[in-house]
């Protein structure tokens, strides 16, 4: 059965991004980037694969399905990039957004658990959850592994990697992996 893995960055006290959505505060490392650009491929929106020195088919390697939250998929959309996982089959999680106007990007609109449960259930590779927080809080039950990126960094408020109910959910450490920026890679499977 495939696996909804969870991969996002993070500062030390939570959170995937600032109160406007801002990332930039995270330290760049050149070493880490070639790192996860060539074990990750697929986590690389298509439409920076060349900027990042990709080809733009690079195949995938472990996933070929993104769900992702509005907040996730607007900053696409601010430059004019309606299919910013072109490489991938694209969900976008959304009860406000109205419409999407790409055919290569379905919008769901409720229940993100029953479209994760039928996901799992077809044939294909693992499912990449990109966020955000809410999403991620309302599919916890679901994920089977988080890949997450911890920097070495206190962003003291924002988005939050898990925004919902209190709902205690127990991982385990499998891996990790550090670089030179300080930051971290962490892999945990569902305990």
């Known amino acids: 059965m495939r696996k909804l893995v969870y991969y996002v960055g ?11 959505g801002e990332f930039d505060f995270y330290p760049f490392d050149a070493e880490m980037a070639a790192w996860v650009n060539g074990e990750y491929p697929e986590f690389v929106p298509s439409h920076i694969r060349q900027g990042a020195g990709m080809a733009l088919d690079e195949p995938n390697r472990r996933c070929d399905t993104v769900v992702m939250g509005r907040g996730t998929y607007e900053p696409a959309l601010s430059v004019a990039v309606s299919s910013p996982y072109a490489h991938m089959r694209q969900y976008v999680v959304s009860s406000t957004l109205g419409r999407i106007d ?22 294909g590779g693992d499912i990449w959850l990109a966020g955000g927080g809410k999403l991620a809080a309302e599919l916890l039950g679901e994920i089977d592994e988080m890949i997450i990126k911890s920097y070495p960094v206190v962003a003291g408020g924002g988005i939050s990697a898990f925004s919902g109910a209190f709902r205690p959910a127990l991982f385990r450490p499998a891996r990790r992996k550090e670089f030179g920026n300080g930051a971290q890679i962490t892999w945990f499977a569902r305990a």
């Not at 993070?10 to 406007?20: E, N, Q, R, T």
């Not at 790409?102 to 044939?123: F, G, H, T, Y």
């Open 10 to 20: 993070m500062s030390l006290d939570g959170y995937i991004a600032g109160p406007a």
């Open 102 to 123: 790409d055919p290569a990007v379905e919008l769901v609109e409720s229940d993100p658990v029953a479209l994760v449960q039928r996901l799992k259930r077809a044939e």
